[in-house]
């Protein structure tokens, strides 16, 4: 089952770092996914401004959540 998680910096903020936590598991969480949140498509897209995690689990139980580290444009 994919599930995902995001975190998001408050207005005018920009993303410097992000990542996640578990919580409880049950069954090992394969992270497919793991990056910052780009204000637009493709490589110019300008700063981050969130976080988000993409993950599998074979069983339900538990969790994990994004958090990110933000930082005043």
Same mark, same amino acid.
């Given at each position: 089952m994919g599930v995902q998680s995001v975190a998001r910096c408050? /207005?005018?903020d920009v993303a410097t +770092?992000? +990542?996640y936590d578990t919580v409880g598991l049950v069954a090992p969480l394969n992270v497919i996914e793991?990056? /910052?949140i780009p204000t637009g498509p493709g490589a110019q897209s300008g700063p981050a401004? +969130?976080?988000v995690t993409h993950a599998?689990? +074979?069983v339900l139980g538990g969790g994990f959540r994004a958090y990110v580290m933000c930082d005043d444009l």
């Open positions: 408050r /207005p005018g +770092g992000g +990542g793991n990056k /910052p401004t +969130g976080w599998s689990v +074979g």
